[in-house]
């Protein structure tokens, strides 16, 4: 009897034995959530350059210049700057989704006036708005991809805000395992006074987490 108890025991002690280090194995080589999260995810900070297109004097509702009464739009001009910060999360090899935190100048303007009884005065300003959205990127071929999405626009002069949908498409320059360089042409449509449209492109540096 004692040895029917000690073959049990011993066969008990040797079922473990077999187990736990495959059991100990998955645990080790399974991955930690926030190590996964971090593996998928790329940061990006782009600077675009181009030009507005807009009609400065309907948007800001100012008369065109006028030589006789010398009043109205004096000047103005349309550069285009854009400053991103974007992160991705890749859901595939094809498809990112991601976030971005951006700044835009669309346009300059300067008006001469005269206000009734008093000597003619000129104002001016240029018109700025951030902006926060969501993007989706389509990665195709080699290192290009195509991105667009949809924003909330606030105009820095506190005039309101709006939406936006952005449009670009783009190459990414590998300059290492978790650096690339990105080079893109974008269009923001941004709704809102005479509906400005940014047109440009422009460089950046992006890291990738999973490099």
């Known amino acids: 009897m004692k040895l029917?108890?000690?073959?049990?025991?011993?066969?008990?002690?040797?079922?473990?034995?077999?187990t736990q280090?495959?059991?100990?194995?998955?645990?080790?080589?399974?991955?930690?959530?926030?190590?996964?999260?971090?593996?998928?995810?790329?940061?990006?900070?782009?600077?675009?350059?181009?030009?507005?297109?807009?009609?400065?004097?309907?948007?800001?509702?100012?008369?065109?210049?006028?030589?006789?009464t010398e009043l109205g739009l004096v000047d103005y001009d349309q550069f285009n700057y854009k400053g991103l910060i974007q992160i991705f999360f890749n859901s595939s090899q094809k498809v990112s989704y991601g976030a971005e935190l951006g700044f835009n100048?669309?346009?300059?303007w300067e008006e001469k006036y005269k206000p009734y009884g008093f000597d003619a005065r000129w104002r001016w300003g240029t018109i700025w708005t951030w902006h926060l959205g969501g993007l989706i990127r389509l990665n195709f071929a080699s290192h290009y991809y195509a991105l667009t999405g949809g924003s909330v626009h606030v105009y820095f002069?506190?005039?309101?805000?709006?939406?936006?949908?952005?449009?670009?498409?783009?190459?990414?320059?590998?300059?290492?395992?978790?650096?690339?360089?990105?080079?893109?042409?974008?269009v923001d449509i941004i709704y809102g006074n005479n509906t400005p449209i940014g047109l440009g492109g422009g460089i950046g540096l992006k890291f990738n987490f999973n490099g």
């Open 21 to 68: 280090p495959y059991g100990l194995n998955e645990n080790l080589h399974k991955p930690e959530p926030n190590k996964r999260l971090l593996r998928d995810m790329s940061i990006n900070f782009q600077n675009n350059f181009g030009y507005t297109i807009v009609n400065v004097s309907e948007a800001m509702d100012i008369p065109e210049y006028f030589y006789i």
């Open 157 to 186: 002069n506190e005039s309101g805000a709006t939406l936006g949908i952005p449009f670009a498409i783009g190459h990414e320059l590998p300059i290492s395992k978790i650096f690339t360089i990105p080079i893109e042409f974008r």
């Open 4 to 18: 029917i108890f000690l073959i049990l025991f011993f066969g008990i002690i040797s079922s473990n034995a077999q």
């Open 105 to 108: 100048r669309l346009y300059y």
